[in-house]
């Protein structure tokens, strides 16, 4: 590993999601041989259906959650739903968010996720622009509606937060909102836009023409399931796949919320678990929406993508390899109409994924604990397209044996 040049060393990456492709492109930056591995074909798992929204949001845990749980729950209409025979297995992942919603944490948290996402728009812009597809990225802004007055005095709290965080956003009432985007209804009664945000246009195309990047750039991509990683006696790391035994000077152990078991393989458990989110694909929606909104009391986002509107959203916390239940999909799609009343579903498609998410909402980046040979990469939660190429960059750091230019204390992987 140290004193060991970047060409002399090859690096193996376990995942081929936005966060795996991202790792892989600053590695290759970097100058190492990298080799990706991947049960699936790149971005076929959580990073296929996300909503691929970029900016004007700031994540931290809601004060008093545990409380507020019940009633969420029973509500029919609420994002949060759970699968009650999941509980005892999430119980304890609950108490430690619960943990950290005392305001300081709220801080903290928030100002370690905004230090990632910083520049995010002028890291795609260049990869799109080597990749040839810079029509991916869209800057239009963000819409955050409500419907309620309840609710718009109730999301004070969170708007607050990402104002600290220097998110500019602009109060604007129904009308303004519909004069921005008539095709939403008159459900809308308050708004407020994020100029400087905007979104992927299709968030698998983008880590399938990112993947073409990598290889053109001499990566290899590799379909092989991923068994264990064990070590060699000398330190070294090997990955044991569908295809035999693969050998290699450092592994980034980028599988999502699959990670949990590589890691705890490691000797370093982390309390990471899925929180599924659906979405529902309109290809023929009728009706024309240039800027992303995001419902805040039901918590839907509808996203304008170049092959059709995705209404996405739903918070769903059972076990990882839980059925889908697409009746969640179906309330999202719902929600969606009531929200666009010229919205036709026609043909529309269903979709469940799981995003990997700490009781703290921050990923995990750094060396593992126990075997300095392998980085982790894993747990980005709602944002993994927003701090995927920071994440990348941070991984080549580290890889190299870098000091990065941010304090990465916040994502350590030792730190639950
Ligand atoms: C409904 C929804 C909306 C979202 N909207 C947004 C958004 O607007 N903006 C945003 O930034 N984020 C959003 N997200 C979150 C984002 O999608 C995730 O944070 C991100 O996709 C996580 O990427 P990943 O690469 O870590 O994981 P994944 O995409 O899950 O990739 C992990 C990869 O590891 C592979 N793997 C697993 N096990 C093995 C094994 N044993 N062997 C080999 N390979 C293996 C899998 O096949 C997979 O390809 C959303 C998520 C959802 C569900």
Redesign the pocket.
Known sequence: MAGTEPADQRIIV?????????CALALRENGFAVTV??????????????????GGNAHFAIPGLIWKLPRMLLDPRHPLSLRWRDLPELVAWFRRYSSYAPAEHAARVSKAGAAL?AGIFEAYATLLRDAGAPDLLTKHGRLFVWSTDAGWHKDQYGLAIRRQRGIHLDEMSGDQVREMEPALGPIVRRGVYAPDAG??VN?HRL?TVLAALLRAKGGEIRR????TIELATDGHPIVV??EGRREADQVVL??????R??AAGLGTPIPLVA?????AMMPEPGVAMKV?TLWEERKI?V?PMEHGLRA???AEFAVREAPPRYKLAERVKRSALALIPGLRDVGSTR??????VTPDYL?VIGRAPRHPNVIF????????????PATGRLVGEIAAGRTPNIDIAPYRPDRF
């Open positions: 376990v995942g081929a999601g936005i966060i795996g492709i991202c591995l991947d049960k699936d074909g790149p971005g076929e798992a959580t990073s296929f259906g996300a909503a691929g929204n970029l996402s979104h992927i968030p880590v092989e399931s991923v068994r796949t569908s980028a599988a999502g919320v699959w990670s078991d590589f929180e599924r989110g659906y979405h992303s986002i996203t996405s959203g739903i979709w469940m994924g799981r995003r990997p990923p990469a894993f747990g980005h939660g709602h944002s993994g397209y927003n701090l995927g």
